[in-house]
């Protein structure tokens, strides 16, 4: 990129405090910044580095009124913000979707493709699936027999969409991603565990991401379901028979058991857990971490394990930190009230 | 589907209450249940629904004895059992396997295939290897050189078995699964970490299913051992040189490092973790989440962190919920003592 | 294999106790040795193995100086070194590389390729690719537009390699393992989630080694950096723009958030989880299991959730065990302080 402080603030309606005319070339992190790179400053967090920054800019919120030299300030309401319309503006993508149908792409014939399909090297679409119009299928990828992917849907390199799963439109199903890999459902006796078969498939709504190696099984029968616009990160376990309503967001490593149900704009952190069958309702916040044991009315945050309401597990941490003190203090007034005792009974003996 | 309540009830030797020619077209969970629909009721947590239900007939235990209309109830001594029973009769499996040798497979001259093999596109198998009657390669599955893939044992898509496997017969290793990387080992030193040759190999029993992204490292020398019949869900981390018994089960997202020894029938719970070069009993039950750092003996149910017996862990926990009140009730005996002390110091002086 | 006792002890400079002329045909673990094995003692918990072991040969620390007959002890001053030493000379790598360019292999026009790559079947290589010199690329390995793989360097099979990833000298990237895909940042409102764009990369240095199913996201500008000589295992989650220094151990299941930086040398446990947006210094030591939510000073050995110092944490967890004790204490105190009072106040009104 060949741009100037005088554009970037024009482009995001900002007030420039040093001087314009210095150019920028690139876009950075503010601790990773080098000259000629245009940084920001989005948190509290982030303040102090606008001290010690090698960018030649900084996109900074208004009450940041002056920088080292020779760094120009570009005051505006939300720099977060504006540095993400100068991110769209200036750096191009990598991706670059492939087009059309590769030779080496053994697509079943009994498939329905959309319009502007695009079937990278290598994918395998077996019998009876629908490929909407314009949907992306990267190298590797893998569609078992009677799905649907959306229109406009990326599947990225070496994922795998097993047997009747239902992709919506405008997803992301990232490289690794396992959709339909049958549940974990066993009857067990004294000879070992007998397989319960999963006969069920998957939903995934509109607007949905997946992130890489993560993986949502199959129901045991019914559906599992994962509602429009919600978003899930990488290594993300999702059993079978879940129902995730729409918007949630859901951290790495998070594992969700089978037949629970999220509702709406529910957040699961990084690290977290929660259990098979009960359910999370709309709007609640799971910390990072926490294991969910029990079901969760609609708004409220938790954390902790077994996870309960966010406030008493602060107060219940702030405890366990005050434990090896309180035994110390324990220890000191089982001795004084021994003192007291011996110091009554003796008062006592000589009252007699 | 198509049947109706009086088939159904004929199927799995239950009594109908409400009307038996009420036709079932589709199964269904209880809370997702539509008109048509059989469900059932298998533990106290879902009996309240079967007031609420919008499902035609509900398989239910003995003890349910009506229903509000038009639900017809077909009582049953184990309905989890009977609703299995009628899956396996009306549902069709999603798989249909594929059949032959795929022209886009690339199998090494040298690997001997069973009878009835099917190798699906763009399956790729090494030299050496040996593929039993009867198994099934989905497209995109790996082979390493030399391993064995058991009879009737399923790959499925783009799953990875590396160099020198041995996996027995009928098992199920899911997408994305990967048998066989290096153990993670090294020297260290302060130039930094030299890789430790991982030459040994990976031995997987009979009737053992692997889930989706899980990963069995190869040994450091000698073999990785996952007995029969043993059960591995999805994202499941089984270090180098761990032995894992037979018939135990083995939930999403847990971990077990190196060189650990599972007894047979063991039970690790979602998001455990089991540290390296220690031994867990036969019938050993690690609850969810929980870390085990040290042996366990036969027969134990443990949990937390470091894991300990799961009664005494309860009462940890249980502690834990009282510690803001306990530290409460630490501050008001300290004054009360210190009252007591001014007061007897007081008597005493006073007695004086 | 096939050696004998004086050789082994001749290669690694041992000197014997038993019979020297045992004919060794195999190498294992102490616990599962067989007749014609040689096994090795190199912790103190193995010790006692000495014994029971059915090996021929043992190599042991210089203060074991006696074995059961007819196990040949073979004295060292350090016993695994040693043993790795025989490893190499006598166990062949199961590895066999590929050699030349599959035909089913897609490499698009415009890639470079260096002397002596070999690429395997249904390999996909992107336009723009560089592959250094005697790069191996193992069957359905994918490397998106313009990645750099750096010579020797070795993808495993169905490993993802995702755009404008560069990836260093000598690295080894497991199976499964997916580089580059997209960061997990959105901008959320009422609506819903809107994803930013991802248009950074991802750089990975030298004699780098990635495990089975792990990922590392691309920065949403600029880059996510693994360093020099770091080793990651398993199913570890690295986020985007992260910074990892040289020589890092990241063990299995671990996760470590968005733009958090790591210094050199630092080692994370299995199971841990690092917040985004912190600072862990060189040398840092992470345990099992811990959650890191605030930046940790150079140096550091932390612990628990939320991470404190281990000394801290370890007098925590010995607190926590005690507080049913203490629990039981604070009642028994009440009682005594109660009965003070009645004693004292009658005392008291005894005077009166």
New interface residues.
């Given amino acids: 990129m060949k741009t100037s402080v005088a554009e970037i603030a024009d482009l995001v309606g900002g007030k420039v405090i040093g001087d314009k005319t210095i150019s920028i070339t690139g876009?950075?992190?503010i601790?990773?910044a080098n000259p000629g790179d245009l940084t920001f400053v989005a948190?509290d967090?982030y303040r102090p580095y606008v001290n010690e920054t090698k960018a030649s800019a900084v996109l900074a919120p208004l009450d940041i009124k002056e920088a080292p030299e020779p760094v120009s300030l570009i005051q505006v309401t939300n720099p977060y913000?504006a540095f993400?319309r100068v991110?769209?503006r200036f750096?191009?993508?990598?991706?670059?979707h492939?087009t059309g149908i590769?030779p080496?792409a053994?697509v079943d014939d009994t498939v329905k493709l959309g319009k502007n399909v695009a079937i990278?090297?290598?994918v395998?679409i077996?019998?009876g699936c629908v490929i909407g119009d314009n949907a992306v299928l990267?190298?590797?990828a893998?569609v078992?027999?009677?799905s649907l992917i959306g229109p406009d849907t990326v599947i990225?390199?070496?994922a795998?969409i097993?047997?009747?799963v239902r992709i919506g439109a405008r997803c992301?199903i990232?490289?690794?991603a396992?959709i339909g890999?049958?549940g974990?459902g066993?009857?067990?006796d004294r000879e070992?565990?007998t397989?319960?078969?999963q006969?069920g498939?998957v939903i995934i709504g509109d607007?949905v991401?997946i992130?890489?190696?993560?993986?949502v099984?199959?129901a045991t029968?019914?559906?599992t379901i994962i509602g429009?616009?919600t978003?899930i990160?990488?290594?993300v376990?999702i059993?079978h028979?879940v129902?995730i309503g729409?918007?949630c967001?859901i951290?790495?490593?998070a594992?969700i058991?089978g037949?629970t149900?999220l509702g709406r704009f529910v957040t699961v952190a990084?690290?977290a857990?929660i259990?098979g069958?009960i359910e999370v309702g709309d709007g609640v916040t799971v910390g990072?971490?926490a294991?969910v044991?029990k079901s969760v009315p609609a708004g409220k945050t938790v954390s902790g394990?077994?996870a309960v309401d966010h406030l008493v597990e602060r107060?219940?941490?702030?405890?366990?930190?005050?434990?090896?003190d309180?035994?110390k203090?324990?220890r000191e007034?089982?001795q004084?009230?021994h003192e007291?005792?011996e110091?009554?009974n003796g008062?006592?003996e000589n009252d007699r």
Same sequence: chains 1, 2, 3.
């Fill in positions: 876009l950075s992190g601790r990773q948190s967090r913000d993400l991110l769209q750096q191009p993508s990598p991706l670059s492939p590769h080496t053994i990278d090297a290598h395998r077996a019998s990267y190298a590797g893998y078992g027999r009677g990225h390199p070496n795998t097993r047997e009747e992301i990232h490289s690794g396992v890999a049958d974990f066993f009857t067990s070992g565990h397989k319960i078969p006969v498939g607007d991401e992130g890489a190696n993560s993986a099984d199959r029968f019914g559906q429009n616009g978003k990160d990488n290594l376990q059993g028979n129902q729409e918007h967001v951290s790495g490593n594992g058991a037949s149900i990084a690290g857990g259990a069958h990072g971490f294991g044991t394990f077994p107060r219940l941490k702030a405890g366990i930190r005050q434990v090896p309180a035994l203090r324990i007034m089982e004084r009230i007291l005792e110091r009554i008062t006592s």
